[in-house]
């Protein structure tokens, strides 16, 4: 008979596995896509004037690059659903052959409250005034035209193929990831051009 001592090893044990496969996937999302992205903002923070305490500069993030974080997502989604998961208790099948065993035992695995989202606030008074100004934004995507001053221009700064993130708790760790020139730059233009236009709109004489 096993003692006491030894069924609460073997729990430990059972709850270590999880933990562990959990903290595996979290590493996975990191690795394909969060990274990148948190690299990506802390370039916009560090280059080209995002302002995270600026309600409107994180309603324009949102209208801005939302999707597309979406559809990192949903394809990082089904990627790790289709892998096949190591052990004695999956014998190599994936999510999805095991999401009914996974549907039955995940509530007991959300443990914290969720995480608040970051107030943003639409500067626009009417759909038809926002409408415009992604009527604007279009013309000028299509048009080509970078804005000075928000430093997307290759004058303004050399582009650099790396960012530093720090991880960690307390952040103590600093990582560095890499941003593809043919990805992302397009990307700190497509920002540059819609904080431009942004300002214009609020402050500016709009078009």
Excluded at 6 to 29: A, C, G, Q
Excluded at 64 to 93: K, V, Y
Excluded at 120 to 133: M, R
């Amino acid at each position: 008979m096993y003692s006491s001592k030894r069924l609460m090893s073997t729990k430990h044990l059972h709850d270590s596995t999880h933990n562990t496969r959990i903290e595996r996937l979290w590493v996975e999302v990191g690795c394909h896509f969060c990274r990148e992205w948190r690299a990506f903002f802390t370039r916009l923070e560090r280059r080209h004037l995002l302002d995270r305490e600026n309600k409107q500069h994180l309603w324009l993030i949102h209208k801005l690059f939302l999707e597309d974080i979406n559809m990192d997502c949903h394809s990082f989604q089904a990627e790790w659903n289709a892998h096949p998961i190591s052990g004695p208790d999956t014998n190599d099948r994936s999510p999805n052959d095991l999401r009914l065993l996974v549907a039955a035992t995940q509530h007991s695995n959300i443990r914290h409250a969720a995480i608040p989202v970051p107030s943003n606030s639409n500067p626009f008074e009417s759909e038809d005034s926002e409408a415009l100004y992604f009527d604007a934004l279009d013309l000028i995507r299509l048009e080509g035209t970078i804005p000075a001053g928000f430093g997307a221009l290759p004058i303004e700064h050399a582009y650099e193929a790396e960012e530093v993130i720090r991880l960690g708790r307390r952040g103590r760790k600093e990582l560095a990831v890499g941003l593809p020139e043919h990805i992302w730059r397009p990307q700190i233009e497509l920002w540059a051009q819609a904080v431009h236009l942004l300002n214009e709109f609020m402050y500016g004489d709009g078009v």
